[in-house]
Nanobody, 120 residues
Framework: VQLQAFGGGLMQAGDSLRLSCAFS????????VGWFRQTPGEEREFEAA????????YYSDSVKGRFTISRDNPKNTVYLQMSSLKPEDTAVYFC??????????????WGQGTLVTVSS
């Protein structure tokens, strides 16, 4: 299983940005996929996940209401639409796949990160 995240960039506070996570290697539709983010010196934190069918989503309190996760199974891609970006959203964003437990994804596979920088 391989995941590849892309779409990061330098943004301004209040902007919107969409990240993509391309999935390959096994039957994409069977896996839940999620997004984590990490800042220097900190652990990766769960932010959003979507189940295999796309009808159930999960969010951390820090992004709920501003970020939207979705998936396009025929395209083997999961998206993270980020709106009303804040400087504190600055981080390296990683996508991951694995089972869902307690409202979070338990990563089995990781993609490489994509950097999002939000200036004030």
């Amino acid at each position: 299983v391989q995941l590849q995240a892309f779409g990061g960039g330098l943004m301004q506070a209040g902007d919107s940005l969409r990240l993509s996570c391309a999935f390959s290697g096994r039957t994409f539709v069977r896996y839940a996929v999620g997004w984590f983010r990490q800042t220097p010196g900190e652990e990766r934190e769960f932010e959003a996940a979507i189940n295999w069918s796309g009808d159930t989503t999960y969010y951390s309190d820090s992004v709920k209401g501003r970020f939207t996760i979705s998936r396009d199974n025929p395209k083997n891609t999961v998206y993270l639409q980020m709106s009303s970006l804040k400087p504190e959203d600055t981080a390296v964003y990683f996508c991951a796949s694995g089972p869902i437990a307690d409202g979070k994804i338990i990563p089995t596979y990781w993609g490489q990160g994509t950097l999002v920088t939000v200036s004030s």
